[in-house]
Structure formats: C-alpha cells, structure tokens
C-alpha cells in the first residue's frame, strides 16, 4: 500500500511540475540565429505587440472549412523584412507587460479553459488607413502567408501536448502577393479539429525592427481607435 501511495504522489508531483513549466511564455525570438558558446539561440525580437483575449464558443468571426475562425486585426505601418506570430492557451500566470487586454479576457482571466491553438497570418489589399472599415475589411482579399498548428518551441499545453502555435514569415520582396508590406493584417485563429473554441490566450505580433505605430485589436472598429 504505501509503495502505491508514493506512486501516486510521484505521478503527480510531476504532473504540477509539467503544469508549471508548460506554460512558461519565453522571450520571443526572430529567425536570426546567434552562436554562444556551445549554444545558439534565435536573437529576440526588437519590437513585439501582445493581445490577451478570450474565445467563447458562438463568437467566432467566421466558419471556414468546417471550422469555427476568430480573428485579431493588425495595422502594419511600414514595409517589414520578418513577421512572428505566436500563440498559447490558457494564459495562465503568465505576467503580461504592456499587453493589450480585452474585456472579455478582463472578465475571464481565472479560466482554466483552453484550446488546441492553430493560426493563420493573412494580409488584406486594404494598404491605406482611410480605407480601413467593416465592410471593406469583410470584402476584402485576404491572402494567407503562412499558419501553425504545432510547435516545438511553444510552452506545452496543460495536458503535456505540444498543441501552441508559432510561425515566422520573411518577407518575398520579388512576390507583391507574398512582400510584407504596409497595410491590414490579421491573425486567424481556431482549433486543430473541428468543434468549439473556448479559453483564454495570449497571441503577440513581432518584428526584427522597430515599427512605430503598429495597432492591434480583436473588431476593426476598435483598429480604428486606436490609429
């Protein structure tokens, strides 16, 4: 009996410990590798926006292939070399520094609630402020650059999996569909499989330069406050 007893407690002192080190959100860091010493680590970005929100299942912005799409919204002011996209749920105890924080996150920073994350970086024909509305913003052409399901680098889920997301894009300078260049972005976000999205999450938008200006909101019209 008291064999049995130390393996359960054994079990799960390492299920706390894989629950406290799951969610760990380091320094985010650009494609840019830099040797020290024996190591070599990916050189942080300079310049990284952070949103904390919270998804509930009968608020998604849209349905795509079967599956339920948030979006977040994002001004880009200037021609970028990179962008990094990255997201993790729940949250956590993670301590957000100047992290934009919704209402609905405000309200449901406790949950224990979270999700498989799988993102999508997707740039609009929209290159002007003036330009920027609901409608034009619906019926514009969205073009994905790049998406993520699954990273190695990202803290792992409470469960132990793997499940956060991470991309990093350069910028295709000879490719106008495919250059990063001014104007509205926005960041899809949903699950792996198909079903409800439900959970705080933290998403951050980086860039290897500097970018005065960058906005970003969960509604176009709270974008447009803020530029």
């Given at each position: 009996?008291?064999?049995?007893?130390?393996?359960?407690?054994?079990?799960?002192?390492?299920?706390?410990?894989?629950?406290?080190?799951?969610?760990?959100?380091?320094?985010?860091?650009?494609?840019?590798?830099?040797?020290?010493?024996?190591?070599?680590?990916?050189?942080?970005?300079?310049?990284?926006?952070?949103?904390?929100?919270?998804?509930?299942?009968?608020?998604?912005?849209?349905?795509?292939?079967?599956?339920?799409?948030?979006?977040?919204?994002?001004?880009?002011?200037?021609?970028?070399?990179?962008?990094?996209?990255?997201?993790?749920?729940?949250?956590?105890?993670?301590?957000?520094?100047?992290?934009?924080?919704?209402k609905a996150f405000e309200a449901n920073a406790k949950s224990k609630?979270?999700?498989?994350?799988?993102?999508?970086?997707?740039?609009?024909?929209?290159?002007?402020?003036?330009?920027?509305?609901?409608?034009?913003?619906?019926?514009?052409k969205w073009v994905t650059l790049s998406r993520n399901d699954d990273?190695?680098?990202?803290?792992?889920?409470?469960?132990?999996?793997?499940?956060?997301?991470?991309?990093?894009?350069?910028?295709?300078?000879?490719?106008?569909?495919?250059?990063?260049?001014?104007?509205?972005?926005?960041?899809?976000?949903?699950?792996?499989?198909?079903?409800?999205?439900?959970?705080?999450?933290?998403?951050?938008?980086?860039?290897?330069?500097?970018?005065?200006?960058?906005?970003?909101?969960?509604?176009?019209?709270?974008?447009?406050?803020?530029?």
């Amino acid at each position: 009996m008291k064999t049995k007893i130390l393996a359960v407690l054994s079990l799960l002192t390492i299920g706390v410990a894989l629950q406290g080190n799951a969610q760990k959100l380091k320094k985010f860091g650009s494609s840019i590798e830099k040797k020290i010493g024996p190591k070599t680590i990916k050189v942080p970005y300079t310049d990284v926006i952070t949103y904390a929100g919270y998804a509930s299942p009968g608020n998604e912005d849209e349905v795509k292939d079967g599956k339920k799409f948030y979006y977040i919204y994002v001004w880009i002011p200037a021609v970028a070399p990179e962008l990094g996209v990255r997201m993790m749920s729940p949250v956590g105890k993670n301590k957000l520094k100047k992290a934009i924080k919704s209402k609905a996150f405000e309200a449901n920073a406790k949950s224990k609630d979270y999700f498989d994350t799988y993102i999508t970086l997707e740039r609009s024909d929209i290159i002007s402020k003036d330009k920027i509305s609901e409608s034009n913003a619906k019926n514009a052409k969205w073009v994905t650059l790049s998406r993520n399901d699954d990273s190695g680098e990202m803290p792992k889920i409470p469960s132990g999996q793997s499940y956060n997301s991470l991309l990093r894009y350069k910028s295709q300078v000879g490719n106008p569909t495919k250059a990063l260049t001014a104007g509205l972005y926005r960041i899809g976000f949903t699950t792996f499989k198909r079903g409800e999205v439900k959970g705080t999450f933290v998403a951050e938008v980086a860039a290897p330069i500097k970018l005065p200006g960058v906005v970003m909101a969960k509604t176009i019209e709270e974008l447009k406050k803020g530029l």
